[in-house]
């Protein structure tokens, strides 16, 4: 059981990434889903997610406009789309699923950004 997170790299600034999360061993359509980072030397922080009892979407502020959450319950995967990006965009990013009694996270995929 577990979440395989890729897509990661280094981007310039303005410059676009699509992140991939692949669960297996559990039905992804199950859970609730969630992209969060982490800086160097910060807290880990939620970016976006989406809610599974009511398909609800939630985005940080500062990437409102400029990062997409999605899944694809056929392949039991779920992606976060990354336009725009900024240097301060640069950070370890995790997926998570949920669901009452069962919580899973991805190993993190490094995402960064410079010129």
């Known amino acids: 059981v577990q979440l395989q997170a890729s897509g990661g790299g280094e981007v310039q600034p303005g410059g676009s990434l699509r992140l991939s999360c692949a669960a297996s061993?559990?039905?992804?359509?199950?859970?609730?889903i969630g992209w969060f980072r982490q800086a160097p030397g910060k807290e880990r922080e939620g970016v976006s997610c989406?809610?599974?009892?009511?398909?609800?979407?939630y985005s940080a502020d500062s990437v409102k406009g400029r990062f997409t959450i999605s899944r694809d319950d056929s392949k039991n995967t779920m992606y976060l789309q990354m336009d725009n990006l900024k240097p301060e965009n640069t950070a370890v990013y995790y997926c998570?699923?949920?669901?009452?009694?069962?919580?899973?996270w991805g190993q993190g995929t490094q995402v960064t950004v410079s010129s």
């Open positions: 061993g559990f039905t992804l359509d199950d859970y609730s």
């Open positions: 998570h699923a949920r669901k009452i009694l069962s919580d899973y």
């Open positions: 989406i809610d599974k009892s009511d398909g609800s979407t």
